[in-house]
């Protein structure tokens, strides 16, 4: 047995080695006391500070508080002295395991450490693709970086969004050939963030040969994208004034990248990305209006009735549809989130694969069972009829034809 003062000197001197793993409180001296029934504490980094986060356990709640170092000295002390009976004390030198009989007499129970010290910070530092820290061209010549490589905090959003992007580009790779120079589309490039940050990449950090053009309608637009690629010596990444329904310069294309092209805009370019036999399709649709005025179903009337949730039920339906007709033409499709450039909400980035999905029937009669209970007349659909099942008739008995007007903005103002 030890006096009590023998306890709250080894707490003491834990808190000053700094040497505290974890620590649990239990058995309660009297339950009228307090209306937590454990107390758990681990060090965390908190702006570079060493402190001590108590998690106090109640019975549905956890309630957590972060100390100094001398404020958790005091609070443990007073835990053992006046709130429980049973503690475990892992450190770097030792196990202490603590019993307080009700007459205050201390039994300590000393064994080696069972514990290694571990990473303390708080908030971790998350691995990004392109690392903080380390200035890359692209993102220093778009303002994103500074020259000593930190992140600019109005520009921390974009940069979480390019490396999200990369990190969906990383899983893709193995399904891109290997041994010849990749071939990459973006349709509706935009201000090309992301055509820079694919391009550096696959080039700069996978060595890969490629070449890579960025279509889109805005001819200042994709004058800024090439001097911006020729001051970055960046060869293979060419810009193009084009349409995605008119773009035919190009016979065999490994990636196409279609973010934010408006409405039909991106089913003409799943459609180009099929025909091409794509490897792998990366697409983050927008406005997806087609289909809102064509919706109709009784039994959904409760939802349908209120514009606002016909509108997101439509959108979400439309690439549902789309990424059912990429499997039915011989991709694995996955639907996944996606990180918004200008206000960072979620948003759905349709990712393909070539490589059957499904057995191919069950997959036709599940989705025409579906379109036809919403009354839908998906243009995709519509465009790549001869590469579909079925007898070449729509739902409403007219022939399938792939000439279709695409809606004209290949890439949306509002994205």
């Known amino acids: 047995m030890y006096p009590v003062d023998s306890l709250r000197k080894l707490i003491q001197d834990i808190f000053e080695q700094n040497s505290l793993i974890t620590a649990t409180w239990s058995q309660l001296r009297r339950r009228d006391n307090v209306s937590y029934t454990k107390v758990q504490v681990k060090p965390v980094t908190l702006k570079n500070q060493l402190h001590y986060q108590f998690a106090f356990h109640y019975n549905n709640k956890v309630l957590h508080e972060n100390l100094t170092p001398a404020e958790a000295a005091e609070r443990m002390t007073l835990l053992c002295e006046e709130t429980f009976r049973q503690g475990l004390l892992c450190t770097t030198e030792a196990d202490y395991q603590i019993l307080i009989s009700k007459k205050y007499k201390v039994s300590i129970l000393t064994k ?33 970086m500074n020259e000593e490589g930190r992140v600019l905090a109005r520009k921390y959003d974009k940069f979480r969004q390019i490396n999200r992007f990369l990190e969906m580009v990383q899983d893709v790779i193995p399904h891109l050939p290997e041994g010849r120079p990749l071939t990459i589309v973006d349709f509706g490039c935009g201000k090309s963030y992301l055509t820079f940050a694919l391009y550096h990449y696959l080039s700069v950090q996978q060595r890969r040969s490629l070449q890579i053009i960025g279509l889109d309608l805005k001819a200042d637009v994709i004058e800024h994208c090439n001097d911006l690629a020729n001051r970055l010596h960046y060869g293979d990444l060419k810009f193009l004034v084009g349409d995605i329904a008119d773009y035919d310069e190009l016979n065999e294309v490994d990636m196409v990248v279609t973010l934010h092209a408006c409405d039909t805009a991106t089913d003409a370019a799943l459609e180009k990305a099929v025909r091409w036999g794509a490897s792998v399709i990366l697409s983050v649709p927008c406005c997806q209006h087609e289909l809102f005025d064509q919706v109709e179903a009784s039994v959904m009337n409760p939802l349908l009735s209120h514009g606002i949730l016909k509108e997101r039920f439509s959108a979400l339906a439309t690439d549902g549809i789309r990424a059912k007709l990429l499997d039915l033409m011989g991709y694995k499709t996955q ?56 007898d070449g008739k729509q739902a409403d008995g007219k022939s399938k034809s792939s000439k279709e007007t695409v809606q004209d903005s290949a890439n949306c103002d509002l994205c």
Request: hydrophobic fraction near 40%; aromatic fraction near 8%.
């Open 112 to 144: 080696s450490a069972s514990k290694t010290a571990v990473d303390l910070s708080h908030n971790r530092k998350k691995q990004y693709v392109l690392e903080e820290g380390v200035p890359v061209s692209f993102l220093v010549e778009l303002g994103i």
């Open 335 to 390: 639907l996944l989130e996606f990180i918004d450039m200008e206000n960072t909400p979620k948003n759905i980035l349709i990712r393909a694969v070539r490589g059957q999905a499904g057995e191919v029937s069950e997959m036709w009669n599940e989705y025409t069972a579906f379109r036809d209970f919403i009354h839908a007349d998906p243009y995709l659909e519509r465009a790549c009829a001869d590469l579909l099942p079925g």
